[in-house]
């Protein structure tokens, strides 16, 4: 394993956006890659087996006794790291990691996960080992706080994958100087790297016609960041009935995440039911990251909660309307069309049951300029998104070279 470059915080590939990353920095670097997954079963029914070594991290949840022991010893010594050396063990008891990659996204817009990012990195710069922060997504008012900036100053490269992110850090950095004698990482802004990830047009189901068919994909997690409770699905339906009664156009409601406590396909089937009886909505079923990308690729519009739902439709040149929730949405079609307005609907603002369908009907009055602007825009953000890829291997080619002479 010490030959290998190592990817962690990976939540496993039921969450297809994380499936997305791993499987495109796979393709895009020269090494042979081990990643570290909360859930490695779910890796091997995807796309990742195959692409890279994958290995389980051990659970609490099923060594009982072993966290009671580490439970004890954290509370006598102090140690809070103890855990993570637990659940990386496979890992850390190797003692020449060179480099570790946190599989970044939007991990660091979670207040639930802030805790064990820190301590995973602590725990590789603790061992030696240089860690590098790829794809992330920051909110800039994250930034105010010195535990986070502290953290993030242990990291040897940061690379953000739009630029709200990529200018935050870097002030961040020049606010606070040389804190603790710490060095600022180096800060890239490349596109996410699932813009450049590859797709698998499977046979389209009865009801999806090719080129006019609207893509809509809805989450719990934006229903959890609704400002009233239920204002989110009432304003899909309106827009479901606007699509079936306005236009010509069919309807495909596509999942992105399929976790028990976390499932797109509860609030889609919700829907399908509602409107199945009108012969114009077709549900699609679970499937790899690159299936689902070829099925959102043959769509006219899309309509997106999950991040990398919405990076498939605009990497295949489709109009995209966000239904989103933090500076990931908002970062990334700023990058792409100079605003943001317009191009994503914060899910915070859905006040009226029509304001979803408010927001499509611009989208489809600008279909012709947005296709022409993702057309002429795509082939060199993809090109951008794979300098991640060189910046991994050009790091990875100065930790090893010392090691070749």
């Known amino acids: ?51 890279c070594e994958i290995v389980q991290e051990r659970s609490f949840a099923k060594h009982r006794f072993a966290h009671v022991l580490y439970y004890v010893y954290r509370k006598l010594t ?39 990012l820190r301590l995973t990195n602590a725990a590789f710069n603790r061992q030696r080992t240089k860690t590098v922060l790829l794809g992330c997504s920051i ?45 600022a990482p180096k800060v890239c802004c490349y596109p996410d790297p699932a813009f450049t990830l590859g797709k698998k047009e499977l046979p389209l189901p009865e009801g999806f016609t090719l080129g006019n068919t609207v893509g809509i994909n809805v989450s719990p997690m934006i229903q959890s960041k609704e400002s009233r409770a239920g204002i989110t699905m009432e304003n899909y339906q309106n827009m479901i009935r606007f699509i079936i009664e306005r236009t010509d156009m069919q309807i495909a409601l596509i999942p992105h995440v399929v976790w028990n406590n976390n499932d797109d396909r509860i609030p889609i089937h919700a829907l399908y039911e509602k409107y199945a009886g009108t012969g114009r909505v077709v549900e699609i079923e679970d499937g790899t990251c690159e299936e689902l990308k ?31 929730y933090s500076v990931k949405a908002r970062g990334i079609a700023q990058d792409l069309f100079g605003t943001w307005e317009n191009y994503v609907l ?60």
Not at 9 to 16: D, E, F, L, P, R
Not at 108 to 115: E, H, I, R, V
Not at 154 to 181: C, M, P
Not at 294 to 323: D, N
Request: charged share 30%; net charge neutral; hydrophobic share 35%.
């Open 1 to 51: 394993m010490k030959d290998k470059l190592i990817m962690y915080m990976h939540a496993g590939s039921g969450n297809h956006g994380c499936e997305a990353i791993v499987n495109s920095v796979c393709h895009m670097i020269k090494e042979d890659a081990v990643l570290i997954s909360y859930r490695g079963a779910e890796d091997e029914t995807y796309s990742l087996r195959g692409l």
């Open 78 to 116: 102090g140690d809070r790291e103890s855990f993570i050396r637990y659940r990386y063990h496979k890992i850390m008891k190797e003692k020449k990691i060179p480099l570790a990659v946190s599989i970044g996204g939007d991990n660091y817009c979670y207040d639930n996960m802030l805790s064990d």
């Open 139 to 183: 909110e800039p008012a994250l930034l105010k706080r010195r535990e986070i900036v502290e953290d993030l100053l242990g990291y040897h490269t940061i690379i953000a994958r739009e630029s709200i992110t990529g200018e935050a850090l870097k002030k961040a950095f020049q606010d606070v100087g040389n804190l603790q004698g710490k060095k």
């Open 294 to 324: 070829g099925y959102i690729s043959r769509c006219r519009f899309f309509v997106g909660a999950r991040t990398h739902a919405t990076i498939a439709a605009y990497s295949s040149g489709v109009p995209t309307l966000v239904v989103g």
């Open 346 to 405: 914060p899910v915070q603002s859905l006040e009226k049951p029509e304001d979803l369908t408010a927001a499509f009907k611009w989208l489809m009055e600008q279909e012709k300029d947005i296709r022409a602007r993702l057309d002429n825009r795509m082939p060199a953000y993809k090109e951008q998104a794979l300098l991640t890829g060189k910046e991994v291997d050009r790091l990875w080619g100065e930790l090893r070279q010392p090691q070749e002479i």
